[in-house]
T-cell receptor, first 114, second 116 residues
Framework: AQSVSQHNHHVILSEAASLELGCNYS??????LFWYVQYPGQHLQLLLK??????LVKGIKGFEAEFIKSKFSFNLRKPSVQWSDTAEYFC????????????FGAGTRLFVKA | EPEVTQTPSHQVTQMGQEVILRCVPI?????FYWYRQILGQKVEFLVS????????KSEIFDDQFSVERPDGSNFTLKIRSTKLEDSAMYFC??????????????FGSGTQLSVL
């Protein structure tokens, strides 16, 4: 069965610091990879996704992620965070198990100090 | 942008009671899902639904849970006899999924279920 692990549960950064959130998954077959974000009091929403092609994908608000197949990783990065990036970030994997089930990681809470 | 809507936003119930959580997926979407998030824990997959039947379900989705699409717009999750550990935020989601794996999920704002 597939699983997703996120390395950090809580991250605290100052504005303008660089961000990297780790994500590793386990599944032997074809997967699509996602990062979702949940701002305080709001829905889960898609930040970026990878399904094929260039392993470096760019998403909204200056976020990017790199798929490294050999490491089963899909780390999220942003060169300079802002206070408004304070949110919880979820890595997710969708595998072809027949029902398009998406498995989420435990989430990383990011707090950006102004 | 079109939205997935969920009602109610907060449901309080007594242990052993039945609850029905309601969702209106985005109108042209074909796949529907329920997820839940117990406070402080990860978002967990419960069930996916396509073409009027369950496509996949997790081990959490036992006999006390059921889903239904009673008409062309609503998608419901029923919990027959609630337990304390069912207290969680329940998210409905939908996706187009017309071309395979690369469809993103659109989530509703969730229903906070509190079982007393």
């Amino acid at each position: 069965a597939q699983s997703v692990s996120q390395h950090n549960h809580h991250v605290i950064l100052s504005e303008a610091a660089s961000l990297e959130l780790g994500c590793n998954y386990s599944y032997g077959g074809t997967v699509n990879l996602f990062w979702y974000v949940q701002y305080p009091g709001q829905h889960l929403q898609l930040l970026l996704k990878y399904f094929s092609g260039d392993p470096l994908v760019k998403g909204i608000k200056g976020f990017e992620a790199e798929f490294i197949k050999s490491k089963f990783s899909f780390n999220l990065r942003k060169p300079s965070v802002q206070w408004s990036d304070t949110a919880e970030y979820f890595c997710a994997v969708m595998a072809n198990t027949g029902g398009f089930k998406t498995i989420f990681g435990a989430g990383t809470r990011l707090f950006v100090k102004a | 942008e079109p939205e997935v809507t969920q009602t109610p936003s907060h449901q309080v119930t007594q242990m052993g009671q039945e609850v029905i959580l309601r969702c209106v997926p985005i109108s042209n979407h074909l796949y529907f899902y329920w997820y839940r998030q117990i406070l402080g824990q990860k978002v967990e997959f419960l069930v996916s639904f396509y073409n009027n039947e369950i496509s996949e379900k997790s081990e959490i989705f036992d006999d006390q849970f059921s889903v239904e699409r009673p008409d062309g717009s609503n998608f419901t999750l029923k919990i027959r006899s609630t337990k304390l550990e069912d207290s969680a935020m329940y998210f409905c989601a939908s996706s187009e999924a017309s071309r395979g794996l690369n469809e993103k999920l659109f989530f509703g704002s969730g229903t906070q279920l509190s079982v007393l």
